[in-house]
Nanobody, 119 residues
Framework: QVQLVESGGGLVQVGGSLRLSCAASGRPFDSYAIGWFRQSPGKEREFVAS????????TYADSVKGRFTISRDNVKNTVYLQMDRLEPEDTAVYYCGRKSTILMPYRNWGQGTQVTVSS
């Protein structure tokens, strides 16, 4: 069973940067993709970015294109989300999830890490 643990959140000013980490234990190499999602109070969880475990193809939400970069370290079994030029609208709890196959939904959610962008 794959377990995911997020870290790296914190408080940052507008325009600042943070790097989130999603450490995977178990057999993450069996995954189709790892994705980052976020959820703000009163809102549904929304997709941020994803990366295919094999091949490294990345996908981004329009709201973060050009500002966020997702990457993976296969040796460390870790997926990163580099967040630059942060905006107050990026404030949320960030979660990583695993998609085992192209047909399956994201699962194996971690506990989340809080990102707060102050203006």
């Amino acid at each position: 069973q794959v377990q995911l643990v997020e870290s790296g959140g914190g408080l940052v000013q507008v325009g600042g940067s943070l790097r989130l980490s999603c450490a995977a234990s178990g057999r993450p190499f069996d995954s189709y993709a790892i994705g980052w999602f976020r959820q703000s109070p009163g809102k549904e969880r929304e997709f941020v970015a994803s990366i295919r475990w094999s091949g490294g193809i990345t996908t981004y939400a329009d709201s973060v294109k050009g500002r966020f970069t997702i990457s993976r370290d296969n040796v460390k079994n870790t997926v990163y989300l580099q967040m630059d030029r942060l905006e107050p609208e990026d404030t949320a709890v960030y979660y990583c999830g695993r998609k085992s196959t192209i047909l399956m939904p994201y699962r194996n959610w971690g506990q989340g890490t809080q990102v707060t962008v102050s203006s």
